[in-house]
């Protein structure tokens, strides 16, 4: 399989924990994004990377929440002291540069995360 | 912020109907992009759309960048059940070609 895969796919945590997500894209693509979705709307920008390089944070992405993609391939992202409101689907998506031809985004699955 | 309104908000059509819906900002997209998505699941790219007017299939798909830059189109056509789910339209910030935006999106239901 050479899409996008994330990890876990489900995640239910009570109120003040720390949680972790994975996203492994598709391996030639550089730039990796993180969106969040809530039941009625579309997929919400959150940051994105350039290699390993984290090019732009959301103003939705409060300072509990971190992202890294280390070595430019897989990326994590950390949600601190979770609290009801964090509840969602995290995606993950992944594209080529965008001076290339095209640069749709391919989505993983989701992680959809439950705070009790 | 920018945004990408879509309509309708949902559709409940027959097995076997055409199905329109079609997604307008107020601003120019050079992109527009549509994606469906099945519950629990990521959204997944049907068609992207690159030039004002073009016309694309993708199978029983068929969507259209409109003339204004300002409007997208999907068609379906002989709806099935598994055509069930969230139409998406995005396409990338206008100032910011990195970043997607999405609309809300359309439900659609096929009844029995």
Redesign the interface.
């Known amino acids: 399989d050479t899409g996008?895969s994330?990890n876990p796919r489900h995640k239910i945590t009570k109120r003040g924990q720390n949680v972790t997500f994975r996203c492994d894209p598709i391996s030639e693509h550089n730039?990796l994004?993180w969106y969040r979705q809530t039941l009625?709307?579309?997929?919400?920008?959150l940051t994105?990377f350039q290699n390993e390089a984290q090019?732009?944070k959301s103003r939705l992405l409060s300072d509990r929440f971190s992202a890294e993609r280390p070595k430019g391939s897989f990326s994590t992202l950390e949600i601190q002291r979770t609290e009801q409101g964090d509840s969602a689907m995290y995606?993950?998506?992944s594209s080529s540069s965008?001076r290339d031809p095209?640069?749709?985004?391919?989505?993983?699955?989701?992680t959809?995360l439950t705070v009790t | 912020g920018q945004q990408?309104n879509q309509s309708p908000q949902s559709m409940f059509i027959q097995e076997g109907e055409d199905v329109s819906m079609n997604c307008t900002s107020s601003s120019i997209f050079n992109?527009w992009?549509w994606?469906k998505q099945d519950p629990?699941?990521?959204?997944?790219?049907l068609i992207?759309l690159?030039k004002a007017g073009e016309l694309t299939s993708n199978g029983r798909l068929t969507a259209q960048f409109g003339i204004t830059r300002k409007d997208s189109f999907l068609n379906i056509s002989a709806s099935i059940p598994s055509d069930v789910g969230i139409y998406?339209c995005?396409g990338?910030h206008p100032n910011r070609?990195?970043?997607?935006?999405?609309?809300?999106?359309t439900r659609l239901h096929i009844l029995p």
């Open positions: 996008v994330q730039r994004y009625g709307q579309g997929p919400e920008f994105y090019l732009e995606l993950c998506a965008p095209s640069y749709e985004q391919y989505f993983g699955p989701g959809r | 990408l992109t992009l994606y629990g699941e990521g959204p997944v790219l992207a690159y998406f995005a990338p070609d990195d970043k997607i935006i999405f609309g809300k999106g």
